[in-house]
C-alpha cells in the first residue's frame, strides 16, 4: 500500500496532493503543468515536499513532522523518466547492472541475464543508448528499474517520446509487465485512452490538487459525455 499526503509550494500554485494506491494501477491524469510529474518526484524522493506523509507498505518515506526523508536510493521506489534517463555512455547491460551495485558479481550476472531475457534485449547487451529504437530505450529503462527490485513502479508518461503507431504497440507490453509486478504503480498521463488500457484507477489533478479517486470506467463515461455535451 502506497499512502501520499503532501503539499509542496510550486512556482505559480501549491501541490496538494492525497492518494492511495493499493496493489493495483492508479493514474494522475491531468493537463501539463498539473503537478502530475513533481508528485511522483516527492514520492521517489527526488523532490522533498514542504509538509506532509509518504508511506509505502509499513515503511515511511517521508514525514515532515517527524522529519524524515529516505533518500531515493533506499525508498525502494521504480522511476520511469519520460525521456529514460540512460546514462549515454554505458552499454546496455551497464546501464542495466547499474541498478544492482550492492549485488556480487555471480548474483550481478545472472540477475542480468533474466533481465535481459524478460525485457527481449538478446543481441543489444553491448550496443549504447544512441543506437537503440524508442521501444528499446524503453525496455532498458524498465530492466534498470527492476534490477533494484522495486516495491512500487512511478510510469511517468512512458509514452511522451514514442511515435503514435508505437506508443499502441507497446502498451499492451507495458500492461503485462504491470500485470507481472503486482505491486503498486503509479502511471502519469494526459490521454484518456492511456489511462483506459493500463488504470484500474483514476485520481484527476487540476491546479496541483488532486481529486477522489474513481474507477477509471466510470471517469472515461463521465469525460465521453461531456465531450458529447460540447457538439
Not at 45 to 66: A, H, M, T, Y
Not at 135 to 162: H, N
Not at 180 to 187: A, P, R, S, V, Y
Request: proline share 4%; with cysteine; aromatic share 6%.
Amino acid at each position: 500500500m502506497l499512502y501520499v499526503d503532501i503539499e509542496k509550494r510550486l512556482d505559480r500554485t501549491t501541490l496538494k496532493a492525497k492518494l492511495r494506491c493499493d496493489h493495483n494501477t492508479l493514474a494522475l491524469f491531468g493537463a501539463s503543468g498539473a503537478g502530475k510529474s513533481m508528485t511522483l518526484k516527492c514520492i521517489a524522493g527526488i523532490e522533498k515536499p514542504d509538509k506532509g506523509v509518504i508511506q509505502l507498505n509499513d515503511r515511511v518515506l517521508f514525514d515532515s513532522e517527524k522529519r524524515i526523508d529516505l533518500p531515493p536510493q533506499k525508498r525502494r521506489v521504480g522511476y520511469l523518466f519520460q525521456e529514460y534517463a540512460l546514462f549515454p555512455n554505458m552499454t546496455v547491460s551497464g546501464n542495466i547492472t547499474a541498478g544492482m551495485r550492492k549485488l556480487p558479481k555471480n548474483a550481478r550476472e545472472q540477475k542480468l541475464h533474466e533481465l535481459i531475457g524478460r525485457f527481449k534485449l538478446e543481441g543489444l547487451e553491448n550496443r549504447r543508448p544512441d543506437s537503440l529504437s524508442g521501444g528499446e530505450k524503453q525496455r532498458v529503462a524498465l530492466a534498470r528499474i527492476f534490477a533494484s527490485s522495486p516495491e512500487v513502479l512511478l510510469l511517468d508518461e512512458p509514452f511522451s517520446s514514442l511515435d503514435t503507431l508505437l506508443k499502441y504497440q507497446l502498451i499492451p507490453y507495458i500492461r503485462g509487465i504491470i500485470r507481472d509486478f503486482g505491486g503498486e504503480t503509479i502511471l502519469v498521463s494526459h490521454d484518456i485512452n492511456e489511462v483506459r488500457q493500463l488504470c484500474a484507477e483514476v485520481s484527476p489533478i487540476t491546479d496541483g490538487v488532486t481529486q477522489a479517486i474513481t474507477d477509471t470506467e466510470t471517469y472515461y463515461q463521465k469525460i465521453k459525455q461531456q465531450y458529447e455535451d460540447l457538439k
